[in-house]
C-alpha cells in the first residue's frame, strides 16, 4: 500500500508539473498545434494504470544467450551473477532483474540451453509457462533440497506448455496454492517430488497430450483431471491423500493411490497398467470406465461402487495373460476376458484350456459356443462315470443336462473346452466375492483304487492359493490338486507343502478318497498370482523332473519332495496320485501306486525310488533334472540300457522308446556330496526290487548275498564288495514274496522284497 501511495504521490506530481509547463510555455499564435488538457490526463491516467498491471504482474523470460551452464543463479541482492539467464519484462521493455522473484510468471521461451540447475535457493513464482517457440526438450534440475514453490495472491498458479516439446521437472515443486498443470500442446513430465501441502490439482489439456507424474506425490490434497488429456502415474507408489477425480480422459496407473476415494465420471477412464495395483476405494459413475489390462492386476481394500454395469469395470486378456482384481464389495458388475489360443483341430490333443467362472449365472451360450459347431468342444466332467460329457450332447446318457445340471457354469465348477479359431471369450455380470462351498465329491468310480477325481474351477476374479489349510476346509480331500497344463498338453500337480497358485477363470482336478469329499474354496485365499502357477519353491527340498518328447510338444512333471510331517507310505495330504494327459507317462513307485509327487520324510543318500514311464505317439524323448536338493549329486539308471546318468553334471538324458517296453524303465538314485547339510537320516544298506531285479546300496566293503523263498530255500546266492549301486537278477523267479538277507563283517540285514 506504501508503495502504490508513493507512486500514485510521484504521478500527481508529474502531472502538476507538466500543466505549469503548459501554461509556461503558452504560443502566441493561436494556430499552433497543441494537445488539450483533457487528453493528456487521459493518457497519463491510462499509463498509470497499465504500468499498475505490469508491477502487478511481472514477467521473466529465459534468454537463449546466457551462459552455458544453464544455472539459475542470483546474487544476494536478487541480481543476476554474471551475466544471467533471464530477461525481465517491465514497462514494456526488457532489462536484468531488479528484485527477487515473487509471485511473477516465468516464461521459457526459444530453445539456447535446454538443461537448467536450480542451483542457489528455492523460487517462489506464479506460474511457469512454456511458449510455442520452446520446441527443443527443457530439463529442468535442482540441487540438494532446493525447490520450486506454486503461490499465487489471487487465482491458480500453473504450468503451462503450449509448445510441441515434452519438459521435464526434475526439481521438487511445492504447492501453496491450489495449481493448475496444462499439457496443452505437449507433454510434461514431473521426475521430482510433488508436495500439494492440502492444495488440488487440477490437470487440463489436449487428449493427446500426457501428464507423467513419475515423482513422489504426497500430501492431503487431491488431484482432477478436468479434460480430455491423460494423466500417468509411475515409478513408485503416490502417497498423497486426497481425492482423485476423473471427470474426463484417461488416469493410468502402474503404482498403488493412497487417493482417499479414486471417482471415474461419465466419459472418462481409468487404466490400471501395473502388477499389485492397490488403491483404497474406487466409485465408477455411469458412463465411466475402469480397464485392467492383460496381465495386471487391482486391489481394492474398500468399497467399490460400479453403477456402469458390466461395461464401466473391465479385466482384459490377450495372449500375453490375463488382468486380476481383488475386492470385498458385493454386487458389483463386471466384463472378464478369458483369451483362448486355437487348437490344431486335426489333432485331438491339442488346444485344451480349463475354464471356470468368476461370475454368477454366467451363461454358457452364446459367448462359449461358435457357428457352426463344429468349430468347438465344450465339456464338463462327470465322476460318476468317469466321462467327458460335450455340452452338444442331448441324446447319449449321461447327457449335458445330466451331467452339468443347467446351460449355465455352475459356480465353483471346472470345464474344459478347444477352439478352432484363436479369441477372446467374456464372463460377465456379478463377480464372486464370497466363499464358495463345495459337497457331495463321490467315489464311484472303480479304476481308481477308491479315489476319485472331480473337476472344481477358481470362482474368483483373481488367483487363488491352493495350500490345504484350515481355510480350505478340506473333508476326504487329498492335499495334491492338479491344473491342466495346456503348453505341455499334462497335469501339473499343485501341492500343500508348497503353496501353489490356480489362476483365475482356471478348473482344477481335487480328489476325493475315503468318503464323500467336501471342501470349501476360500475368498481369503484370493491372491495375484504373477508367476506361473506351477512353479516350485526352495522352502521345501524336492527334485523336479520331467520327461518330455524330442521335438517339445508335450512334456510331463514328476517332484520328490522331503517333508518332516511325511512318512515312508503314502500320505493323502503330501504324496499325490498321478494323473494322465496326453504327454508320455511318467511317474514315481510307491508299491502299486504311481506318484507325480512323492513326498518323503527324509531322503537318504542311498535312496532308491523307482520311476515308471510310458510312451504316448512319440518315439524320441529326454528326461531333465529342473531342480535339485543341496547336498546331492542326482542319477538317473535306464534299466533297459543300462546306463547310469549323473543328472547333476549332465541335466538331460534322451532315450528312445518302443511300443511293449516295460514300464518299470528307470531308478533315481543319489550320492551325498561331501561337507553339505543333507535332509536325511545316517546311512544304512537299502534293499528294494523292482521290474525282476534286487537292488542293493549302501553297502560297505563285501558282502553275501541271500535271496529265499517264503520256505526257506535259499534261490540265489550272491557276493558283492563296495557301496556302489548293485543290481541281482532275479528274472528267472517265479512272481511272489521273498527275504533277501545281506550278510558282511558289521552286520546282517534281512527285508521283504516281492518279485512281478
Given at each position: 500500500?506504501?508503495?502504490?501511495?508513493?507512486?500514485?504521490?510521484?504521478?500527481?506530481?508529474?502531472?502538476?508539473?507538466?500543466?505549469?509547463?503548459?501554461?509556461?510555455?503558452?504560443?502566441?499564435?493561436?494556430?499552433?498545434?497543441?494537445?488539450?488538457?483533457?487528453?493528456?490526463?487521459?493518457?497519463?491516467?491510462?499509463?498509470?494504470?497499465?504500468?499498475?498491471?505490469?508491477?502487478?504482474?511481472?514477467?521473466?523470460?529465459?534468454?537463449?544467450?546466457?551462459?552455458?551452464?544453464?544455472?539459475?543463479?542470483?546474487?544476494?541482492?536478487?541480481?543476476?551473477?554474471?551475466?544471467?539467464?533471464?530477461?525481465?519484462?517491465?514497462?514494456?521493455?526488457?532489462?536484468?532483474?531488479?528484485?527477487?522473484?515473487?509471485?511473477?510468471?516465468?516464461?521459457?521461451?526459444?530453445?539456447?540451453?535446454?538443461?537448467?540447475?536450480?542451483?542457489?535457493?528455492?523460487?517462489?513464482?506464479?506460474?511457469?509457462?512454456?511458449?510455442?517457440?520452446?520446441?527443443?526438450?527443457?530439463?529442468?534440475?535442482?540441487?540438494?533440497?532446493?525447490?520450486?514453490?506454486?503461490?499465487?495472491?489471487?487465482?491458480?498458479?500453473?504450468?503451462?506448455?503450449?509448445?510441441?516439446?515434452?519438459?521435464?521437472?526434475?526439481?521438487?515443486?511445492?504447492?501453496?496454492?491450489?495449481?493448475?498443470?496444462?499439457?496443452?500442446?505437449?507433454?510434461?513430465?514431473?521426475?521430482?517430488?510433488?508436495?500439494?501441502?492440502?492444495?488440488?490439482?487440477?490437470?487440463?489439456?489436449?487428449?493427446?497430450?500426457?501428464?507423467?507424474?513419475?515423482?513422489?506425490?504426497?500430501?492431503?490434497?487431491?488431484?482432477?483431471?478436468?479434460?480430455?488429456?491423460?494423466?500417468?502415474?509411475?515409478?513408485?507408489?503416490?502417497?498423497?491423500?486426497?481425492?482423485?477425480?476423473?471427470?474426463?480422459?484417461?488416469?493410468?496407473?502402474?503404482?498403488?493411490?493412497?487417493?482417499?476415494?479414486?471417482?471415474?465420471?461419465?466419459?472418462?477412464?481409468?487404466?490400471?497398467?501395473?502388477?499389485?495395483?492397490?488403491?483404497?476405494?474406487?466409485?465408477?459413475?455411469?458412463?465411466?470406465?475402469?480397464?485392467?489390462?492383460?496381465?495386471?492386476?487391482?486391489?481394492?481394500?474398500?468399497?467399490?461402487?460400479?453403477?456402469?454395469?458390466?461395461?464401466?469395470?473391465?479385466?482384459?486378456?490377450?495372449?500375453?495373460?490375463?488382468?486380476?482384481?481383488?475386492?470385498?464389495?458385493?454386487?458389483?458388475?463386471?466384463?472378464?476376458?478369458?483369451?483362448?489360443?486355437?487348437?490344431?483341430?486335426?489333432?485331438?490333443?491339442?488346444?485344451?484350456?480349463?475354464?471356470?467362472?468368476?461370475?454368477?449365472?454366467?451363461?454358457?451360450?452364446?459367448?462359449?459356443?461358435?457357428?457352426?459347431?463344429?468349430?468347438?468342444?465344450?465339456?464338463?466332467?462327470?465322476?460318476?462315470?468317469?466321462?467327458?460329457?460335450?455340452?452338444?450332447?442331448?441324446?447319449?446318457?449321461?447327457?449335458?443336462?445330466?451331467?452339468?445340471?443347467?446351460?449355465?457354469?455352475?459356480?465353483?465348477k471346472g470345464y474344459m473346452a478347444a477352439y478352432n479359431t484363436e479369441g477372446t471369450k467374456v464372463f460377465s455380470g456379478t463377480l464372486n466375492v464370497t466363499d464358495v462351498p463345495i459337497a457331495g465329491l463321490t467315489i464311484t468310480g472303480t479304476s481308481q483304487a477308491n479315489r476319485s477325481w472331480h473337476l472344481l474351477g477358481n470362482?474368483?476374479?483373481?488367483?487363488?492359493?491352493?495350500?490345504?489349510?484350515?481355510?480350505?476346509?478340506?473333508?476326504?480331500?487329498?492335499?495334491?490338486?492338479?491344473?491342466?497344463?495346456?503348453?505341455?498338453?499334462?497335469?501339473?500337480?499343485?501341492?500343500?507343502?508348497?503353496?501353489?497358485?490356480?489362476?483365475?477363470?482356471?478348473?482344477?482336478?481335487?480328489?476325493?478318497?475315503?468318503?464323500?469329499?467336501?471342501?470349501?474354496?476360500?475368498?481369503?485365499?484370493?491372491?495375484?498370482?504373477?508367476?506361473?502357477?506351477?512353479?516350485?519353491?526352495?522352502?521345501?527340498?524336492?527334485?523336479?523332473?520331467?520327461?518330455?518328447?524330442?521335438?517339445?510338444?508335450?512334456?510331463?512333471?514328476?517332484?520328490?519332495?522331503?517333508?518332516?510331517?511325511?512318512?515312508?507310505?503314502?500320505?493323502?495330504?503330501?504324496?499325490?496320485?498321478?494323473?494322465?494327459g496326453f504327454a508320455p507317462l511318467f511317474y514315481s513307485k510307491l508299491g502299486d501306486l504311481n506318484l507325480s509327487v512323492n513326498c518323503l520324510p527324509n531322503l537318504p543318500a542311498e535312496s532308491l525310488i523307482p520311476f515308471g514311464f510310458v510312451k504316448n505317439d512319440a518315439t524320441n524323448f529326454s528326461i531333465e533334472l529342473k531342480?535339485?536338493?543341496?547336498?546331492?549329486?542326482?542319477?538317473?539308471?535306464?534299466?533297459?540300457?543300462?546306463?547310469?546318468?549323473?543328472?547333476?553334471?549332465?541335466?538331460?538324458?534322451?532315450?528312445?522308446?518302443?511300443?511293449?517296453?516295460?514300464?518299470?524303465?528307470?531308478?533315481?538314485?543319489?550320492?551325498?556330496?561331501?561337507?553339505?547339510?543333507?535332509?536325511?537320516?545316517?546311512?544304512?544298506?537299502?534293499?528294494?526290487?523292482?521290474?525282476?531285479?534286487?537292488?542293493?546300496?549302501?553297502?560297505?566293503?563285501?558282502?553275501?548275498?541271500?535271496?529265499?523263498?517264503?520256505?526257506?530255500?535259499?534261490?540265489?546266492?550272491?557276493?558283492?564288495?563296495?557301496?556302489?549301486?548293485?543290481?541281482?537278477?532275479?528274472?528267472?523267479?517265479?512272481?511272489?514274496?521273498?527275504?533277501?538277507?545281506?550278510?558282511?563283517?558289521?552286520?546282517?540285514?534281512?527285508?521283504?522284497?516281492?518279485?512281478?
Open positions: 500500500m506504501k508503495k502504490s501511495i508513493l507512486f500514485l504521490t510521484l504521478i500527481t506530481v508529474s502531472l502538476q508539473e507538466m500543466c505549469a509547463r503548459a501554461i509556461a510555455t503558452k504560443p502566441t499564435n493561436r494556430q499552433t498545434s497543441r494537445t488539450p488538457m483533457y487528453k493528456v490526463i487521459f493518457l497519463l491516467m491510462a499509463f498509470v494504470l497499465v504500468g499498475g498491471m505490469v508491477v502487478g504482474q511481472t514477467r521473466a523470460t529465459w534468454r537463449t544467450d546466457g551462459p552455458s551452464d544453464g544455472k539459475w543463479e542470483w546474487g544476494s541482492t536478487c541480481e543476476p551473477a554474471g551475466d544471467g539467464q533471464w530477461f525481465y519484462n517491465d514497462w514494456g521493455g526488457f532489462r536484468k532483474r531488479p528484485d527477487c522473484f515473487g509471485t511473477n510468471d516465468v516464461y521459457f521461451d526459444g530453445n539456447g540451453i535446454n538443461t537448467m540447475n536450480l542451483n542457489t535457493s528455492d523460487y517462489s513464482v506464479k506460474s511457469v509457462f512454456f511458449t510455442v517457440n520452446a520446441t527443443s526438450a527443457r530439463t529442468l534440475n535442482a540441487d540438494g533440497s532446493l525447490k520450486l514453490i506454486l503461490k499465487a495472491n489471487n487465482g491458480d498458479p500453473k504450468i503451462e506448455n503450449n509448445s510441441s516439446a515434452t519438459h521435464t521437472f526434475n526439481v521438487p515443486i511445492q504447492l501453496d496454492n491450489w495449481a493448475q498443470i496444462n499439457p496443452i500442446s505437449g507433454n510434461l513430465t514431473f521426475s521430482g517430488a510433488i508436495t500439494n501441502n492440502g492444495n488440488f490439482i487440477n490437470v487440463y489439456g489436449s487428449n493427446s497430450k500426457v501428464l507423467t507424474i513419475s515423482g513422489n506425490l504426497t500430501g492431503t490434497g487431491g488431484i482432477s483431471l478436468k479434460q480430455n488429456s491423460k494423466i500417468i502415474f509411475s515409478s513408485s507408489a503416490k502417497a498423497f491423500t486426497g481425492a482423485t477425480v476423473i471427470e474426463a480422459g484417461n488416469i493410468e496407473t502402474s503404482v498403488s493411490l493412497s487417493s482417499s476415494l479414486i471417482t471415474v465420471k461419465s466419459g472418462a477412464k481409468l487404466t490400471i497398467t501395473g502388477t499389485d495395483v492397490t488403491i483404497p476405494a474406487l466409485t465408477i459413475e455411469s458412463g465411466g470406465v475402469v480397464e485392467v489390462q492383460a496381465g495386471k492386476s487391482l486391489t481394492v481394500t474398500g468399497a467399490l461402487t460400479n453403477s456402469a454395469t458390466e461395461t464401466g469395470l473391465v479385466i482384459k486378456s490377450d495372449v500375453t495373460g490375463t488382468g486380476s482384481l481383488k475386492n470385498s464389495s458385493t454386487n458389483v458388475s463386471a466384463t472378464f476376458e478369458r483369451y483362448m489360443n486355437n487348437a490344431d483341430w486335426l489333432t485331438a490333443k491339442d488346444g485344451w484350456h480349463f475354464l471356470s467362472s468368476p461370475v454368477a449365472s454366467q451363461a454358457i451360450s452364446p459367448n462359449f459356443v461358435t457357428t457352426p459347431d463344429t468349430e468347438y468342444d465344450f465339456y464338463c466332467w462327470y465322476e460318476p462315470s468317469n466321462l467327458w460329457v460335450n455340452y452338444k450332447n442331448t441324446v447319449t446318457a449321461p447327457t449335458w443336462n445330466t451331467a452339468n445340471g443347467s446351460l449355465n457354469f455352475t459356480v465353483g470362482p474368483f476374479a483373481c488367483a487363488i492359493t491352493w495350500d490345504a489349510t484350515a481355510a480350505w476346509n478340506l473333508t476326504n480331500i487329498a492335499g495334491i490338486a492338479n491344473i491342466w497344463n495346456e503348453a505341455t498338453q499334462s497335469y501339473t500337480p499343485i501341492t500343500s507343502v508348497v503353496p501353489m497358485a490356480i489362476p483365475a477363470t482356471n478348473g482344477f482336478m481335487v480328489q476325493a478318497s475315503g468318503g464323500t469329499g467336501s471342501l470349501t474354496i476360500p475368498a481369503s485365499k484370493r491372491d495375484h498370482a504373477a508367476q506361473a502357477f506351477y512353479k516350485s519353491s526352495t522352502v521345501i527340498p524336492q527334485i523336479t523332473l520331467v520327461a518330455k518328447t524330442a521335438d517339445g510338444t508335450s512334456e510331463q512333471i514328476s517332484k520328490v519332495m522331503v517333508y518332516a510331517d511325511a512318512t515312508e507310505g503314502f500320505d493323502l495330504m503330501y504324496d499325490g496320485e498321478f494323473l494322465p531342480e535339485s536338493m543341496e547336498g546331492y549329486e542326482v542319477f538317473l539308471k535306464d534299466l533297459k540300457t543300462n546306463t547310469d546318468q549323473n543328472l547333476t553334471e549332465n541335466p538331460v538324458y534322451t532315450f528312445t522308446s518302443e511300443a511293449g517296453d516295460d514300464a518299470n524303465r528307470f531308478l533315481l538314485h543319489f550320492l551325498s556330496t561331501v561337507g553339505t547339510t543333507e535332509p536325511s537320516c545316517p546311512e544304512a544298506l537299502r534293499i528294494y526290487a523292482n521290474a525282476g531285479n534286487i537292488y542293493l546300496s549302501g553297502n560297505t566293503g563285501k558282502a553275501e548275498v541271500y535271496v529265499r523263498n517264503m520256505i526257506g530255500q535259499t534261490v540265489i546266492q550272491r557276493s558283492v564288495n563296495g557301496d556302489a549301486l548293485k543290481v541281482i537278477n532275479a528274472t528267472n523267479l517265479k512272481v511272489g514274496v521273498y527275504i533277501v538277507s545281506v550278510v558282511n563283517n558289521a552286520q546282517t540285514i534281512s527285508t521283504k522284497v516281492i518279485i512281478k
